[in-house]
């Protein structure tokens, strides 16, 4: 079975470019979750979908961000325009609702921003 | 604001010897703990977990043992092997949903 993939797996771009990530979960997990890792960090929540619907994305800067989940499975997260501290890596994760047994995360896709 | 911490950034052990990794934490809402472990250019993998109704959880090398009336846990490898070699992240969850993540301890095992 085919894990959480991700691509780009690394992305380079100039400040004020636009960018989009995408993220295919696990077959049958109807939780998806975007994360950010600064480097030095642990990973913090961005938005988190049950099926296609946003339920939490307070923490989602949405002048820039924006995410979409359209049938329920695969998920885009853009940033127009990129700016420098956005530079991080963002993780993709999904799970079968209200599992105790965490989360399946991508590789991840690393952004550069210069 | 921090709501779970790992204080220590990094960790040298020798190989067959104990690792000890510690986690605290500030909500006492929490009642669910995991333990990620994460090689270079990959995503974090889960390893172990526990709830708050226990006190330890043991899954071979791996034992986790949660104190809450000190909001602290703590991930014991042993024996310690070169293939641990990683950045171990611990995270917790009171809606079962979202978790927040510390900000990892890298660990060396040296052979």
């Known amino acids: 079975e085919a894990g959480v993939v991700q691509s780009p797996r690394y992305k380079i771009i100039e400040k004020k470019q636009p960018v989009a990530f995408w993220c295919n979960p696990i077959?049958?997990?109807?939780?998806l979750y975007w994360y950010r890792q600064n480097l030095g960090q642990g990973p913090e929540l961005l938005i988190r979908?049950?099926?296609?619907?946003?339920?939490?994305d307070s923490q989602l800067p949405k002048d820039r961000f924006s995410a979409e989940r359209l049938k329920g499975v695969d998920s885009t997260l853009k940033i127009q325009p990129a700016e420098l501290g956005d530079s991080a890596v963002y993780l993709c994760a999904s799970s079968f609702r209200g599992t105790n047994y965490g989360y399946t995360f991508g590789s991840g896709t690393r952004l550069t921003v210069v | 604001d921090q709501q779970v911490k790992q204080n220590s950034p990094s960790l040298s052990v020798q190989e067959g010897r104990i690792s000890i990794l510690n986690c605290d934490y500030t909500?006492?809402?929490?009642?669910?703990f995991l333990w990620y472990k994460k090689y270079p250019a990959e995503g974090p993998t889960f390893l172990i977990s526990?709830?708050?109704?226990?006190d330890k959880n043991e899954d071979g090398r791996f034992t986790v043992f949660l104190n809450k009336s000190a909001k602290h846990l703590s991930l014991h490898i042993v024996p310690s092997q070169p293939g641990d070699s990683a950045v171990y992240f611990c995270a917790a969850s009171y809606t079962g949903n979202q978790f927040y993540f510390g900000t990892g301890t890298s660990l060396t095992v040296i052979p």
């Open positions: 979908y049950e099926n296609e619907e946003a339920v939490d």
């Open positions: 077959s049958g997990h109807n939780t």
């Open positions: 526990i709830s708050s109704i226990k």
């Open positions: 909500n006492s809402m929490f009642d669910y």
